[in-house]
């Protein structure tokens, strides 16, 4: 994966990114060229008004080197938002500059240059820099060394390629380090930034699972009930109020389904990590349900005119994500009854436990599948519980069975170490 480091923002946090990030903000940014400019200014003043040079006494070249200060100065406002324009730049005003023996009063220019680029230009342009400000700063101070030089260029040479070896490489370690650090802190700002987006994806998935279950079993039960008793007063007055109730309720069930389908959908489209096999399923502990709370369901069932049983053989396990998980399994079947089959009048709920701890739950109806019976339907259905059960390592499945009626099953293993936990007395209703 390639390094490809923007100017960073204001969002970096730890206590290494003052130290990286130092010159992010607008103003220290541009300390630097300041800096540069107030030191230009004083050696230029220095070889116009000292002498300090005699080289550089004749008006041409203190002209040349004013200019050429000038664009260096100029072109290190340029090194965030063109890095490789502000290098090339600064190079040639170096080279130019060795020409006329003067390296020693612009070298400081490539070498700010230089680390701004490397350090947060992307990688190709900070590479292409790099490569051309070391060969240009090189071959600057070779240029300089001789033209300093009077009968031996060796001193002059060897201490030209000193002067300014040092500080470059001195700049290209801080700027690489610099770079790898604020890459590092970027890549666990990224990783806290998915982290956060995955929890707000749980959070809007148990809204919506909430949504669907919870909300959508009472109203689907209401409009159950109100259909039930549609008629069957003897009172007008009555009867309109209870097909008010039953429109009603179903104008908020379809609310809810829309509901469902836009938090799904969001949750959707952050891509949470699937839990392993036999894992219990994402699910907070306030939020579990207990066997007992299996039987409750069918009343609603029953106050519908419809005759329903529920049978549990074994021992129940001390396993509250496995309880929790068979609740919602049959609250889907019931719930997926009453909403979809026709011609309902019976219903079953059976929870077998196993010896291993695990569960074999089924619900089976009478009623003819209407539209929508095992279909996707929001994704917050059957395919969740599906998607729910796989990854707690069980399975899950739907059809009709027999000459008429529809079955969900669901066999869900222990989600707890054997042995945890003496049981709980079953129950059958």
């Known amino acids: 994966m390639g390094l490809d480091v923007r100017p960073c923002g204001p969002g970096l946090s730890g206590a290494a990114a003052p130290l990286d990030a130092w010159d992010d903000a607008p103003l220290l940014r541009l300390a630097a060229p300041v800096l540069c400019v107030a030191w230009e200014a004083a050696m230029f003043a220095r070889v116009v008004f000292a002498g300090a040079d005699p080289s550089l006494s004749a008006p041409s070249s203190q002209a040349a080197l004013f200019v050429l200060m000038a664009v260096g100065c100029a072109a290190l406002f340029l090194r965030y938002r ?14 130019l500059a060795s020409v006329m023996g003067a390296l020693a009063y612009v070298y400081f220019l490539p070498l700010v240059a230089l680390y701004a680029c490397v350090a947060r230009a992307p990688r190709r342009e900070a590479a292409a820099g790099g490569v051309a400000a070391v060969a240009t700063v090189a071959l600057s101070a070779v240029v300089d060394g001789f033209a300093g030089a009077s009968a031996s260029p060796s001193p002059s040479l060897a201490m030209s390629l000193a002067g300014i070896g040092y500080p470059l490489m001195l700049v290209l370690g801080a700027a690489l380090l610099s770079r790898f650090r604020l890459q590092r802190l970027r890549e666990a700002e990224a990783a806290a930034r998915a982290e956060a987006e995955r929890d707000r994806a749980l959070a809007k998935s148990r809204i919506a699972a909430e949504l669907h279950d919870s909300v959508g079993h009472d109203l689907t039960a209401i409009v159950a009930l109100s259909e039930g008793l549609a008629g069957a007063t003897g009172d007008e007055q009555l009867d309109r109020a209870i097909a008010s109730i039953n429109e009603l309720a179903r104008s908020g069930l379809a609310d809810t389904r829309r509901a469902v389908r836009a938090l799904a959908g969001e949750a959707r489209s ?3 990590p699937s839990a392993l096999p036999g894992s219990a399923p994402t699910e907070k502990p306030a939020e579990r349900h207990r066997w007992d709370e299996i039987a409750a369901l069918l009343g609603s069932v029953r106050a519908a005119g419809v005759t329903a049983a529920l049978t549990e053989t074994g021992v129940r396990p001390d396993d509250p994500s496995q309880a929790g998980l068979a609740f919602r399994v049959c609250r889907e079947g019931v719930t997926n009854a009453l909403r979809h089959a026709a011609g309902l009048s019976r219903l079953t709920v059976s929870v077998d436990h196993g010896g291993d701890g695990s569960a074999d739950v089924a619900i089976r109806d009478d009623g003819t599948p209407g539209e929508g019976a095992g279909g996707p339907g929001t994704g917050m259905g059957l395919s969740r519980l ?19 009626g529809w079955c969900l099953k669901a066999h869900l293993p222990s989600l707890v170490g054997a042995g945890e936990g003496e049981g709980e007395p079953d129950g059958d209703e």
């Open 82 to 95: 063109l890095p490789v324009v502000s290098v090339l730049f600064e190079s040639v005003v170096g080279l």
């Open 386 to 404: 599906r998607r729910e059960v796989g990854e707690s390592g069980g399975t899950l499945s739907a059809g009709p069975v027999g000459e008429g």
């Open 270 to 272: 952050t891509a949470a």
